[in-house]
């Protein structure tokens, strides 16, 4: 139970975090700061500088505690620096905090409805029982990497030494950034990714939504309750292979839950928001930013996204009248369509990362 109790603590760990890496990024000029576009930036922006740290340790063949050493370094530094920007603009910062405020009293009482809504959705998940077969992937990679204190160099399924990485889940450090947390905070893998991770996913994928709902009905809160509502609702009866839904009520820890519950809609978001102003490379820099952090999450980014920036392309260029709009979405499309190519030429053996030296 003690576990249980800081696994969720330690939910609201990992969302502080996203909210200073994503500091970094919060506007200083007349752009109003905001506080979930904040953690949605900072979510990606952490994964891809994880994984900046994460893959030079893993191809030196360096053992899991020098990456978690390096890791909380990176993360100190990054909070260092992220505090001195809050200091800069903290009246804008403050001003945004009492906006928030403001908006929240006016509807206090449909905000509470939607926090209950969301805590009732994540008690039903997080304390319903979950065993999938990837279960013994991703939550075995992080024991196997504590135990042998290494970084994907053991079979989680077999315990079995591997002599190549696999690709497959080389850029897809979600994992990993696991096991750094577990060794960090000495907290078992099944507690951090069954109840950490599961309700870190469940909250990412509420404020992607939340997001979605204010800027579609133009921050009305009583619309915006009740799509939350059904949007948690359609979650709970669309459970099959085929929707998203079986990942983020299921399948919680896993990457795929964010990619198909935070990342996906996450590019709908944006897409919103070009849709206002197709000219503003805040919103095209976000973008990009979440195609080169989206493959740390799962491999499947690297076809997923870029299709899902394609499938944009054409309307917005049409209805926005601006063919700037097709090299901007070609850039970022790039990174996925570069991991995939990268993927094939492994499979097809042109190159191979050995675990040892040769």
Not at 10 to 20: E, H, K, R, S, V
Not at 83 to 92: D, F, K
Not at 330 to 347: D, H, Q, R, W
Request: glycine content about 6%.
């Amino acid at each position: 139970m003690t576990g249980a109790f800081f696994g969720v603590l330690f939910i609201g760990l990992n969302l502080i975090l996203y909210f200073m890496f994503g500091a970094l990024f919060m506007p200083s000029g007349k752009r109003e700061p905001s506080l979930t576009r904040t953690v949605f930036t900072g979510f990606f922006f952490y994964y891809l500088l994880f994984t900046a740290v994460c893959i030079p340790v893993t191809l030196r063949w360096r053992p899991l505690h020098v990456l978690t050493r390096l890791w909380l370094g990176a993360v100190i530094l990054v909070i260092l620096i992220a505090a001195v920007r809050l200091v800069i603009i903290r009246n804008r910062l403050i001003t945004c905090i009492k906006k928030a405020f403001m908006r929240s009293g006016r509807d206090m009482a449909l905000m509470l409805l939607v926090a209950v809504m969301v805590m009732v959705f994540m008690a039903i998940v997080l304390f319903n029982y979950q065993f999938t077969l990837d279960a013994s992937f991703y939550v075995g990679n992080v024991t196997t990497s504590i135990t042998t204190d290494t970084l994907n160099i053991y079979d989680p399924f077999t315990g079995n030494w591997l002599d190549h990485f696999e690709m497959r889940y080389f850029f897809a450090t979600f994992p990993m950034n696991d096991a750094v947390f577990c060794d960090l905070l000495g907290i078992h893998p099944l507690i951090w990714c069954k109840i950490t991770m599961s309700g870190t996913a469940l909250v990412l994928s509420a404020m992607v939504l939340y997001m979605i709902s204010v800027r579609l009905f133009d921050n009305d809160m009583k619309k915006t309750a009740i799509f939350m509502f059904f949007s948690l609702l359609a979650d709970f009866y669309m459970i099959t292979i085929y929707t998203t839904a079986a990942f983020i009520t299921t399948r919680t820890y896993e990457g795929k839950a964010l990619l198909g519950n935070v990342v996906l809609p996450g590019i709908i978001y944006i897409y919103m928001l070009l849709l206002d102003d197709v000219d503003d490379m805040a919103n095209w820099m976000l973008l990009l930013l979440l195609a080169l952090g989206s493959p740390v999450l799962s491999s499947s980014a690297n076809m997923l996204v870029p299709a899902m920036i394609g499938v944009t392309i054409l309307p917005l260029c049409i209805i926005r009248k601006n063919i700037k709009v097709i090299p901007r979405s070609l850039i970022c499309m790039m990174p996925g369509v570069a991991l995939t190519l990268m993927y094939v030429a492994y499979v097809k053996g042109m190159f191979v990362f050995y675990t040892y030296p040769r």
